[in-house]
């Protein structure tokens, strides 16, 4: 059928699927961004959708008589839910937080598709502004935010995270792009990626944002992209290949120098390259060629940096490079290196001052005024 059942194994032990008996399979399958529970009949092969308020169902295993998952909606955070295998019937065991915030301040998700490069279409998942105190004056388009997720073949999810509503609750609109490459459309959208990392991702995020200037939802003059790892590096990418379309951005932990990434990189993605790139050092010359610290001459606009110390993944030398060179060329620039932390970062304290430096940097940058009160940046050439 024409859906999504399987994912990249990004650690180990990841299920899809499990068997509940010799003949009976309970999986998960994606079509357009929303993720549904099912049971498949191994014998006849039918496929029997089963009722859930969920939109992301992730890990699968069965227990004795009952089955496990975790699931999550843009209303629910992610959930463990435990689910009878006679009946059918569910109960959450826990949740990952508690909803504590007004739902006047919450923005629900709406999956576009988006006209891209070579005439094909992208997908993403937007959110608007949304704050029941406030409101933007008249005729005036929001600031953009776009999201480029890592992996980079794994997926933006609608499930409900603070970290994309702490934007939209502060006048930001939010584009959380699903770029050729990533799961959950199907194996053909998956393999655009092949051979493209660094080309497919930069245009379809780019596309994704000039995408709602056309449509009147965002300001030309206030786009920004973020990023973590592998979408660091989107985001690296994107401000340096395709520096007309954004006029900000913050790479979490990316990728500056694929080189450097390949004799770095850990075993168990040690050859993930090969496929997304070419293999190396064969294909050499393309991962000069797509690394954005290679061309920081392209690079005209401000940038915003944060590193763990302690980061095995992506070493914190990646983002010290790209640091020095955007400073050198005298372009503004912030750098955050976070003590004790390793790829992403787990720690409130640090997760709310990347948060809240990340909104400052940007209020510098687009010139808007606080309502939070935040502890200031140090930002190099501004």
């Not at 629910?76 to 006679?86: T, Y």
């Not at 001459?297 to 302690?310: A, M, R, T």
């Amino acid at each position: 059928m024409e859906a999504e059942f399987g994912e990249p194994q990004w650690v180990f032990g990841m299920f899809t699927y499990d068997f509940v008996s010799p003949t009976k399979i309970l999986c998960r399958y994606s079509q357009n961004s929303t993720w549904y529970l099912a049971w498949l009949d191994t014998s006849s092969k039918k496929l029997t959708k089963i009722a859930a308020p969920f939109t992301d169902i992730l890990d699968i295993r069965k227990g004795k008589g009952f089955a496990a998952f975790i699931a999550g909606s843009p209303t629910q955070p992610f959930s463990l839910i435990r689910m009878e295998s006679s009946t059918g019937k569910m109960e959450s065991i826990r949740q990952a937080f508690e909803v504590t915030v007004d739902a006047g301040y919450l923005s629900a998700p709406t999956s576009i598709t988006f006209p891209t490069t070579g005439g094909q279409e992208a997908h993403a998942i937007y959110y608007a502004p949304k704050n029941k105190d406030f409101a933007a004056p008249e005729g005036e388009h929001p600031p953009l935010m776009v999201i480029s997720h890592g992996g980079p073949t794994s997926a933006a999810l609608t499930t409900l995270r603070y970290t994309i509503q702490y934007w939209t609750s502060r006048g930001f609109a939010v584009l959380d792009v699903n770029y050729g490459g990533s799961t959950g459309y199907g194996r053909t959208y998956r393999q655009r990626l092949n051979g493209n990392w660094g080309i497919v991702d930069v245009d379809d995020c780019c596309n994704g944002a000039l995408y709602l200037v056309e449509q009147g939802l965002a300001d030309p003059k206030r786009l920004a992209i973020r990023g973590g790892s592998a979408g660091g590096y989107t985001t690296l990418a994107c401000l340096t290949f395709r520096n007309d379309v954004f006029k900000a951005g913050a790479s979490y932990y990316g990728i500056s120098d694929l080189e450097v990434m390949v004799a770095d990189d850990h075993k168990f993605e040690s050859r993930y390259s090969d496929s997304l790139i070419g293999p190396y050092p064969e294909r050499k010359d393309l991962y000069h060629d797509r690394s954005p610290i290679n061309f920081i001459q392209n690079l005209s606009c401000p940038i915003i940096l944060f590193q763990g110390d302690e980061d095995k993944v992506v070493l914190p030398n990646q983002s010290q490079m790209m640091f020095e060179a955007v400073r050198d060329k005298e372009l503004p620039v912030a750098y955050l290196l976070f003590e004790g932390e390793q790829h992403g970062f787990r720690k409130a304290e640090n997760i709310k001052r990347s948060l809240e430096a990340e909104l400052y940097f940007y209020s510098k940058i687009f010139g808007f005024a606080l309502a939070d009160k935040i502890e200031p940046v140090h930002i190099e050439n501004l």
